[in-house]
């Protein structure tokens, strides 16, 4: 069925998402991609990680997510016919007659829907909104600096969250992106020339919210650009493919100066990136027998969550074991704070971070949408490895357990409130 016949109430499932999936797998599959993914196998065979038994299990499946993030970033890379791309996610989604496989590139939270798209300050875009119903706990949308044909996160230069926009009783908004400055209007981002990205991040506190639904499109500006052949875009995809996956090994050899495992870094404001949230984590690394204990407060964020990736930055699934966590799927200490408990085997704790069998990898936390000039550093208050023998008399007095038939009913919840992201 043509996707422009497709009829859906999902607000993910737009004819530019279905249209721009199905071009990704053509792009995935040509020979010249297949192709350039052998000759950049060899760049993660090298790294570090390829020499531990978790980094070796987990490298494929990493140079699989970075080609589809290639693929991807070069399909959505024309900034006179904008489209919001739903792609930095690595589960599965079989929907609408294709499977789309994932696109992920570094520690991808399984609570945000990630979309982006192209733009340059050559034109000006309307993008139009409404809020879920209900609405997700926290929404940002920010432009940042890009390079062309790479699109990547980069420094924000604008920044808009829920808490900005000015919607109707319906919950429906208009943004306007040009180089004009507000003058104080409300729902105004200025552009900057050159290359730029459009990133918006629905972030659930509870998967049963729905995300935001979108449409952009350019309003004013020069003629649109030539479009780009099939062959065209899996040639320019299989070039630029090793730098992409260079990019992100990068990423993850730097990331917080590679710190020492079982310590955490931060908790951080995100200036770079607009400063609507604030992050912690590191990396883990665990004994059958051990765990990580790691005890926070939610601080009054409209959002946060705990998340665990591999040794290559890429997350394990988060359907069928708890690998993440937002408020709704966490039980809180009696004072109000959160016992989180990483481990390979179920400790018993309701905060259970199952490492889906690995013994290294990243962790993170994050808070966003934090009271105005709230202080960050209490965020954390206890970071410690122990036995899991030593559990119980390490973990906050009051620390809520969980049963087998607890953890049953947690993990059918979050397998029916996941797939609703995909349905038709």
């Known amino acids: 069925m043509a996707a422009s016949n497709r009829q859906s109430t999902n607000p993910l499932a737009t004819d530019d998402q279905l249209n721009l999936e199905a071009l990704a797998l053509r792009i995935v599959g040509s020979p010249e991609v297949r192709s350039a993914r052998e000759r950049v196998r060899p760049l993660l065979l090298a790294d570090r990680d390829a020499s531990t038994p978790d980094g070796a299990a987990g490298l494929d499946r990493a140079l699989d997510q970075w080609v589809m993030g290639q693929v991807v970033s070069v399909i959505n890379a024309d900034p006179s016919r904008p489209k919001l791309l739903w792609a930095v996610d690595n589960t599965p989604r079989h929907w609408f007659g294709q499977i789309f496989p994932g696109a992920a590139v570094a520690i991808d939270n399984p609570d945000n829907v990630n979309r982006t798209g192209p733009l ?84 659930h506190s509870d998967w049963g919210q729905q995300p935001t639904a979108f449409t952009i499109r350019a309003v004013a500006g020069p003629e649109p650009l030539p479009e780009k052949s ?77 998340q665990i990736s591999d040794p290559w ?73 122990v036995k899991l023998s030593e559990l119980a008399g390490t973990v906050p007095l009051g620390t809520p357990g969980a049963d087998l038939a607890g953890r049953r009913a947690e993990i059918l919840k979050r397998v029916a409130q996941h797939e609703a992201r995909s349905a038709e």
């Not at 875009?125 to 390079?147: C, H, K």
Request: with cysteine; aromatic share 10%.
């Open 313 to 385: 930055t890429i997350s394990p699934t988060p359907l069928y074991l708890t690998t993440s966590r937002n408020l709704s799927q966490s039980a809180a200490n009696p004072d109000g704070s959160y016992t989180y408990v990483v481990s390979l085997v179920d400790p018993g704790v309701a905060n259970w971070i199952d490492t889906a069998g690995l013994h290294e990898g990243w962790f993170m936390l994050r808070w966003q949408n934090l009271p105005a000039n709230a202080d960050i550093d209490p965020l954390v208050r206890e970071v410690r490895r």
């Open 230 to 306: 099939e062959q065209g875009l899996a040639e320019e995809a299989a070039e630029g493919l090793e730098e992409f996956v260079n990019f992100w090994l990068g990423f993850k050899n730097t990331f917080w100066n590679t710190p020492p495992h079982n310590q955490i870094v931060g908790p951080n404001a995100r200036i770079r990136e607009g400063n609507w949230g604030t992050q912690a984590g590191g990396r883990f690394r665990l004994a059958g027998d051990e765990a990580l204990v790691i005890v926070t407060t939610d601080g009054g964020a409209d959002y946060t969550g705990f």
């Open 120 to 203: 340059r300050g050559d034109w000006c875009y309307e993008l139009e909104g409404r809020f879920g119903d209900p609405a997700t706990a926290q929404m940002s949308i920010n432009v940042t600096l890009a390079e062309d044909g790479q699109l990547r996160w980069g420094d924000a230069i604008a920044t808009l969250t829920n808490r900005d926009i000015e919607a109707d009783s319906e919950g429906r908004f208009t943004i306007t992106l040009d180089k004009s400055p507000d003058n104080g209007r409300a729902n105004h981002m200025q552009l900057a020339d050159g290359p730029l990205q459009i990133a918006i991040r629905d972030s």
